[in-house]
């Protein structure tokens, strides 16, 4: 029996799916922040699918996004905004020798379009690692940009004349 331990080690990407040989996995978290996957397996080697979807693509995307709005105070402590629009996929397989360990980061570098960056000792077989952009989401988001700078105007426009109205 081989074992395979893969720690995510910046895992705050939401709507991440991890599957294994097929099947999904639910992340356990460690004291340091990081996922853990513990994977134990009698094959050689094992598949790793990683897919990260964009929370645009839901059918309630536009009622998601006014509560996040209104939570985040206007959007003003919105974090998640730049990766609303990108969409994911990472495909590879790892050959397993024993107990392995592989350490996964997501996004490190911004200029290339890879999505996640392995760090092991193991031969990896990547087959797909890219941020993927869908004309649907890119549209959405454009729209979400559109009705924020709608919301700032109209706040600034209610705001003066609240002023005008008091100092009268």
Known sequence: MKTLKLRVLNPRMHNVIYMFDGKALKPKGDNMGHYVFNIE???DKVDILIIRR????SRLWLV??????????LGILDLQS?????????????????EDE?????????SSNAFVELTTTLQVEERENKTLSDPLIVRRAKVLKI???????????????ILILIKK
Do not use: H, M
């Open 41 to 43: 397996t009698p094959a």
């Open 64 to 73: 998601w996004q006014f509560l996040f709005f209104i939570v985040s105070l």
């Open 54 to 57: 964009s929370p645009l693509r």
């Open 82 to 98: 730049k990766k609303l629009n990108k969409e994911a996929i990472y495909r590879a397989t790892l050959y397993l020798s024993g």
């Open 147 to 161: 009705l924020k700078i709608i919301t700032y105007i109209v706040l600034l426009i209610t705001l003066i004349i």
């Open 102 to 110: 592989v350490d996964l980061k997501f996004d490190t570098d911004n």
